[in-house]
């Protein structure tokens, strides 16, 4: 087990390491932060001239009598914009190890604080959305695959490839507008006031999110479930008389979760900054909106800081999955 | 004499299929009386394993059955629903072919012996414990008590095996049924299996059916023995009849398939010509007739009728083996240096 853990710890290291290499240098490369950090000013190639001695700087702005050059200049040393991109990164790799996620270049807060105050509110959206997944799809798989080929078992088909061919926001907007504005039945909004409030405005955003991985699981629990009935296992419970309910509960559910709970890790990971959509529509102000917003304003400590955040429940959620993979099936323990 | 303990009578099942209705099981008889162990033997697709499935109901939704199976004065197609419940598993049960696939994989022994004790006999689960390391003790588990709380894959192919045993008597059932128990373990395993399951039916006055394609496993073990063949049953005899006095040719050449200890070494062993039959809308004859030795015109126009001694030794055959009428037949054909189906056959094939 300590060296299970070990791998993975290991494991999570490496990802992290590649993956905000990659946000890095992606980021860098795609824009500059120095233009939303201190405006529209002048050109920032020309004040790299300047700053080589070829031209003087000349250039002043309407309200300010410094030279251009000048704020830009201390806006990058202020950030640490003056340094090669390779030395920013570890720089910024050995403020995260410190547990400093460094500040937003727009709001000037730490990113540690925002994420603390977004990533709950994505966090409760993708749990709800998963509980509802589950609480929908596993029944509903089990009499599907216990009924295959009759009324109850074609009529989930058919709904689940509807689920599964609608996107989300689609939904969202149907449901948004049927449940929401028409009706009046749930909030159209999220609402903060208190945990009772938090939950009841995500019933709806949770339940399109949850709908749509529902039909997923269905689907492959499902497929699973007849290939397990087909398992001399499931004809020796009959030939010992047990009901129809044991055996799919009892005998043949558990061996035929391995594909739920595979794609169930990985929908939690990609929900946990993926819902932006949803977070969109519902007016959620979840971590998804944030690093949309934080992107498209280069604000790179918000996006470096969520990919760390994001990647690291993806490991962390994977290990629990790899977890329950021996707690299904004790061979796997062994080896 | 009284009732037999089980009875079946013109059992059909078909399974329809895109590429035709294949006709499994054709208007087989037989019965079987309390405590006697009966022998089905055949090689693959000639319905035994189907008609094991009829009896436990295990056959898919889309079989069609028709016939008479009566248990113990119950027909067993129509056992009230409350009844049904404790039916199955209770007085009747069987023991698959592979021990590897019928144990759970992912359940403890144990509970896998308990789950039956506990639903059909509503033992709580210490005395279900207790019964089933009991259980485990009587077919030969060394350390039952440890073995208990085993998964499956911690255990050999013959302990597997022994714990399915345990899990089917678990409930004193008074017809076993072993559909081919001992294929899947190795041979010296095979035979402490066949002991241990024949030593428990006598203990335990129960009947039993093996199923098997190996008439080696059926000898010295079954009262009767029952040979199938393309959904029929071709012949039933006292299982010590059958070996010396064999009537359908199909019987006779499977007996030519396995060594014998009274024969020389190094006898040839003799494969049966041909393949299995068709059961997808087989034509109206003896559905052994491509492969027999025997055959002649009058096989292919009419399906034999099942004749000889009633509840002695019965066979499905127009030109019985060891009989002139077979002897005819034999020599006419090989005299011909074919049969009526085109087979080529020679005299002393067989014998080196």
Same mark, same amino acid.
């Given at each position: 087990m300590?060296?299970?853990?070990?791998?993975?710890?290991?494991?999570?290291?490496?990802?992290?390491?590649?993956?905000?290499?990659?946000?890095?240098?992606?980021?860098?490369?795609?824009?500059?932060?120095?233009?939303?950090?201190?405006?529209?000013?002048?050109?920032?190639d020309y004040c790299d001239e300047v700053e080589a001695g070829l031209r003087e700087d000349s250039y002043t702005s309407i309200n300010n009598s410094r030279g251009d050059c000048e704020i830009i200049g201390e806006a990058k040393a202020d950030f640490g914009l003056d340094k090669p991109v390779i030395q920013r990164y570890f720089t910024w790799l050995g403020n995260i190890i410190t547990g400093d996620l460094g500040t937003s270049f727009q709001t000037q807060?730490?990113?540690?604080?925002i994420i603390a105050q977004k990533l709950p509110k994505s966090l409760m959206l993708m749990v709800m959305a998963q509980i509802i997944a589950l609480a929908v799809a596993i029944p509903i798989g089990v009499y599907s695959a216990y009924r295959a080929g009759r009324a109850v078992d074609?009529?989930?088909?058919?709904?689940?490839?509807?689920?599964?061919?609608?996107?989300?926001?689609?939904?969202?907007?149907?449901?948004?507008?049927?449940?929401?504005?028409?009706?009046?039945?749930?909030?159209?909004?999220?609402?903060?006031?208190?945990?009772?409030?938090?939950?009841?405005?995500?019933?709806?955003p949770a339940t399109v999110l949850g709908l749509g991985i529902a039909a997923t699981y269905q689907r492959l629990l499902r497929t699973d479930l007849l290939t397990t009935l087909q398992e001399d296992f499931v004809h020796m419970a009959r030939a010992k008389g047990m009901t129809d309910r044991h055996i799919m509960t009892r005998h043949?559910?558990?061996?035929?979760?391995?594909?739920?709970?595979?794609?169930?890790?990985?929908?939690?990971?990609?929900?946990?900054?993926?819902?932006?959509?949803?977070?969109?529509?519902?007016?959620?102000?979840?971590?998804?909106?944030?690093?949309?917003?934080?992107?498209?304003?280069?604000?790179?400590?918000?996006?470096?800081?969520?990919?760390?955040?994001?990647?690291?429940?993806?490991?962390?959620?994977?290990?629990?999955?790899?977890?329950?993979?021996?707690?299904?099936?004790?061979?796997?323990?062994?080896? | 004499m009284p009732d037999p303990q089980l009875t079946v009578e013109d059992l059909y099942v078909r399974f329809p299929t895109s590429r035709g209705t294949v006709e499994a099981v054709n208007g087989v008889n037989f019965t079987l009386e309390k405590g006697q162990m009966l022998g089905i033997v055949g090689e693959s697709g000639s319905g035994k394993s189907v008609t094991a499935k009829t009896l436990m109901n295990l056959l898919p939704r889309t079989a069609e059955v028709d016939g008479n199976i009566i248990f113990e004065g119950d027909d067993v197609r129509a056992v009230a629903k409350e009844r049904r419940k404790h039916f199955w598993g209770v007085k009747m049960t069987m023991v698959f072919q592979d021990p590897m696939t019928s144990l759970n994989p992912v359940k403890r022994c144990g509970e896998q012996i308990t789950e039956t004790l506990r639903y059909h006999l509503g033992d709580d689960k210490a005395t279900a414990k207790k019964k089933a390391i009991d259980l485990l003790e009587q077919v030969g588990v060394p350390e039952p008590s440890k073995r208990v709380d085993q998964y499956p894959h911690e255990l050999s192919g013959g302990l597997r095996q022994r714990v399915v045993i345990a899990m089917a008597l678990a409930c004193e059932p008074s017809l076993?049924?072993?559909?081919?128990?001992?294929?899947?373990?190795?041979?010296?395993?095979?035979?402490?299996?066949?002991? $241990? +399951?024949?030593?428990?039916? &006598?203990?335990?006055?129960? %009947?039993?059916?093996?199923?098997?394609?190996?008439? #080696?496993?059926?000898?010295?073990?079954?009262?009767?023995?029952?040979?199938?063949?393309g959904g029929?049953?071709?012949?039933?005899?006292?299982?010590?009849?059958?070996?010396?006095?064999?009537?359908?040719p199909y019987t006779e050449a $499977? +007996?030519?398939?396995?060594? &014998?200890?009274?024969?020389? %070494?190094?006898?040839?062993?003799?494969?049966?010509? #041909?393949?299995?039959?068709?059961?997808?809308?087989p034509a109206e004859e003896c559905a052994f007739a491509p492969r027999c030795r025997y055959a002649q015109p009058d096989c292919l126009g009419t399906i034999p009728p099942v004749g000889g001694v009633r509840g002695q030794h019965e066979f499905a055959c127009f030109h019985p083996a060891n009989t002139d009428r077979g002897r005819q037949a034999l020599d006419a054909n090989l005299a011909a240096g074919q049969t009526v189906t085109g087979l080529q056959i020679q005299a002393n094939a067989g014998v080196n």
């Open positions: 300590a060296r299970f853990i070990a791998r993975r710890v290991v494991q999570l290291i490496l990802v992290l390491l590649s993956v905000t290499f990659i946000a890095f240098g992606a980021l860098n490369f795609l824009g500059d932060p120095l233009v939303n950090i201190v405006g529209p000013l002048a050109a920032i807060l730490p990113v540690s604080e074609r009529a989930t088909s058919v709904a689940s490839f509807g689920l599964l061919s609608i996107p989300n926001f689609a939904l969202g907007v149907i449901v948004l507008q049927f449940f929401a504005l028409r009706n009046q039945w749930l909030p159209a909004s999220f609402d903060d006031t208190s945990i009772g409030t938090r939950i009841h405005s995500l019933i709806l043949a559910l558990r061996p035929s979760l391995f594909s739920l709970i595979t794609v169930f890790g990985v929908s939690t990971g990609a929900l946990i900054g993926g819902s932006l959509v949803i977070e969109g529509i519902f007016s959620i102000p979840g971590i998804g909106s944030e690093i949309v917003t934080a992107v498209v304003r280069d604000d790179f400590p918000v996006v470096l800081g969520s990919v760390v955040v994001i990647a690291t429940g993806f490991v962390v959620i994977n290990f629990f999955v790899d977890l329950l993979y021996t707690w299904l099936d004790p061979r796997v323990r062994a080896s | 076993l049924i072993a559909d081919e128990p001992t294929t899947a373990v190795d041979v010296t395993v095979q035979k402490r299996l066949l002991d $241990l +399951l024949d030593g428990l039916r &006598r203990d335990r006055g129960m %009947s039993m059916i093996l199923i098997t394609h190996d008439l #080696g496993v059926a000898r010295g073990r079954c009262d009767d023995v029952a040979v199938m063949y029929r049953l071709v012949e039933r005899a006292p299982t010590e009849t059958l070996f010396a006095d064999s009537r359908h $499977l +007996l030519r398939t396995i060594p &014998r200890i009274d024969q020389p %070494s190094h006898t040839r062993l003799e494969p049966i010509a #041909g393949r299995p039959p068709e059961l997808i809308d």
